[in-house]
Structure formats: structure tokens, C-alpha cells
């Protein structure tokens, strides 16, 4: 049996397992050695950020009990989409789809932070008041439901190999659990490691409460896409145990920690000066 075979037979297995496996590592990970300190209970904020990815599994199932897997499968069968049209190497098509599926990925959270209404929504991912393996499962169930949507429509451009949804939504899960992990690696270590992943440290910087510091790093896997596209940036200003991770204006645990709160969050508090038709722009003299 080949990989191909394996992968599309023991697909679920293959989820569960990954999810399961790095989500007890990373949380064996800060419990022994955890960069920060936690400034709301575990038990709180795990009971809240799991509770969402139970919420949006449900929410998945019952809109689109296909999912991604499903939408390749019809491309596939219609003949839709570049893979399915264009003869290239298999090996080529799953690589190649991996990869830009993971740009578009880039490009959906840099477009969330830009457009106001969109941020309503991905501001709730933002708002957990600390930074550990369970804030890189915790979206709004209507993000949620909005990445499925861009998901097929980039699946639709693309006619990707079906394995090819597979790893990409298994490493995609896997490092979005890895680099939101309250841990850090050796500087030498993170900094070889940031050639191809992003790593705790390079994310934790776009968890700032700085606004600056936030509109960096919108990459989830791979980390080429802020370097070559000019968002980069490499430390928060005040160090990874002295920055404030959150939004300012929302530091109440019962709103941004516990379920109920998290939920109507895109519906609280006016437009704030975040928006990008609101911030204060310089005097001309940007390059
Ligand atoms: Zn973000
Ligand atoms: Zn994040």
C-alpha cells in the first residue's frame, strides 16, 4: 500500500491522532516548561477554547458534511480547477496545492485584519488574554464557517489532489497547535526552525495588544509568506515576558475567557480606531 492509499483510508484516524498527539505534547510542553505565565485559570480558558472547537466541529458537520475532502472529490469529477486540468506529476500537484493553499491562508488573515467587519469576527482569536496550545483552535464559528467558504473556492481554482486537502488541514491543525504554544525554543533553535515553520515566537509577536506588532507574522505554517510579502517582524518591542498579548479594550476574563462572552464578542463595542479607515496615517513620508 502506498502513502496515498493510507492517507485516504485512515483519514480520520490520521485527524484525530495528530490533534490529539501534539495537543498532549504541547500541553505536557508548558506545563513543564512555559514561557509565560498564565493570567487566567487553565481550567477556565481550556474549557472555553475546547468548547469552541467542539462548537465549530458541529457547526462544520451539519453546513457541510462534505467538507474540503468533499469539494476536491466534486472538482475532481467535474473537471474543475488547474490539477484537473493541467497533466503535471502527482507528486508536483500535491506539493504545489499544499503550498498555495497555505498562501491563500495567508492572505484570508491579512484581508480579516484589514477589512473592519471581518475583524469583528477574527478579533475574538485575538482576545484570549493569554497565548497556549488551545488559542490556535479558538475562532468564531462564523470565521469558521467564512475559511470553509474561501477554502472551497480555492479548491475550486485549484483542482487539488484529494490527499493533498488532507495534509494540508493535518499541518495546518498541527502547527497552528505548535506555534501557539506558551513554550520556547533555544534563540539559535527558533531562529533556524523559522526558515520553515513558524514557531511560537514568531507567532506570539501577532498576539500583541500593539497594533503594529498584531499586523505582523499572519502566517499559520509556513513562515515565507511574511518575509516575502513585507510583514515580518522578528521580537515584540517588549520582550516575549514583558509584551501584553490581547486587544486593549477587551481585558475582561468573563468576555473574552468564558464561552457565552467569546460568542457575542463580534457584536460588542463601536468601531474602534483598529480600523484600518480609522487609524492615524503619517505625513507622507511612508516609502
Ligand atoms: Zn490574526
Ligand atoms: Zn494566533
Not at 49 to 59: E, M, Q
Not at 91 to 114: N, R, T
Not at 265 to 287: C, H, M, T, V
Amino acid at each position: 500500500m502506498n502513502l496515498d492509499e493510507f492517507i485516504l483510508g485512515n483519514e480520520p484516524v490520521i485527524r484525530l491522532g495528530f490533534f490529539f498527539g501534539i495537543l498532549a505534547v504541547m500541553a505536557l510542553w508548558e506545563i513543564l516548561a512555559p514561557a509565560r505565565p498564565l493570567s487566567v485559570s487553565k481550567a477556565v480558558r481550556w474549557g472555553s477554547n475546547l468548547g469552541i472547537v467542539v462548537l465549530n466541529t458541529v457547526v462544520l458537520r451539519l453546513l457541510f458534511p462534505a467538507a474540503a475532502v468533499g469539494m476536491a472529490l466534486f472538482a475532481k469529477e467535474q473537471g474543475w480547477g488547474i490539477f484537473n486540468y493541467v497533466e503535471a506529476p502527482y507528486w508536483l500537484a500535491v506539493v504545489v496545492s499544499v503550498i498555495a493553499m497555505d498562501f491563500v491562508i495567508y492572505l484570508q488573515h491579512v484581508m480579516v485584519h484589514a477589512v473592519p467587519l471581518f475583524w469583528r469576527l477574527h478579533r475574538m482569536h485575538h482576545a484570549d488574554l493569554d497565548f497556549d496550545v488551545t488559542t490556535g483552535a479558538r475562532f468564531h464559528p462564523l470565521e469558521i464557517i467564512l475559511s470553509m467558504l474561501i477554502k472551497f473556492a480555492t479548491i475550486v481554482v485549484l483542482g487539488p489532489p484529494i490527499v493533498a486537502v488532507i495534509i494540508f488541514e493535518v499541518l495546518l491543525n498541527a502547527t497552528a497547535m505548535f506555534n501557539h504554544g506558551n513554550v520556547r525554543l533555544p534563540l539559535k533553535l527558533d531562529r533556524l526552525l523559522r526558515w520553515v515553520v513558524v514557531t511560537p515566537d514568531m507567532h506570539r509577536v501577532h498576539h500583541s495588544v500593539e497594533d503594529d506588532e498584531a499586523n505582523s507574522n499572519f502566517g499559520f505554517n509556513l513562515p515565507w509568506w511574511d518575509r516575502l510579502f513585507g510583514t515580518y517582524r522578528d521580537q515584540p518591542r517588549g520582550g516575549h515576558e514583558g509584551m501584553r498579548i490581547g486587544i486593549r479594550k477587551f481585558r475582561e476574563p468573563k468576555q473574552v475567557s468564558w464561552l457565552n462572552g467569546m460568542l457575542v464578542l463580534p457584536f460588542k463595542g463601536k468601531i474602534s480606531d483598529y480600523a484600518i479607515n480609522r487609524r492615524q496615517w503619517g505625513d507622507g513620508n511612508e516609502d
